[in-house]
């Protein structure tokens, strides 16, 4: 792994969190982007070399929305930026980590993502994270 990539905060009105952290960080998110298949919408922000996401469910049955009910609003995931997100993700399994997707799937901010469970990760989700690369 190469560095923390971002960290995710699960939160329940996005438009609410994001003034909350303009104000926090004295500078706006840079992005917001919905991400269908996970039935949730981002919001990212940039402060030194470091990003935090936040996350809003966008229906009731999205892991987010599952998460806040369970939990509340707080963080939600620690990503870290990859290489290579395959042969990552089978070191891991092979080191015995349960992989929650073992084939990546497209994330926001133009990522390949995959998770390991929490379960096998003193409570905390991970997120790998690899840049998709334009051609």
Known sequence: MDKIEHIGIAVKDLEKSNELFSKLF???HYKIEEVASEGVKTSF?????????????TNADSPIA????KKGEGIHHIAFAVTDIESEIAR???EGFTILNTTPKKGADNKLVA????KTTNG??????QEIEHK
């Open 26 to 28: 004295g500078q706006p």
């Open 92 to 94: 891991l399994e092979n």
């Open 115 to 118: 998770f390991l469970h929490p």
């Open 66 to 69: 599952k998460f806040i009910e």
């Open 124 to 129: 905390v989700l991970i997120e790998l994270c």
């Open 45 to 57: 922000f940039k402060t030194g070399p470091n990003k935090i996401e936040l996350l809003e469910a």
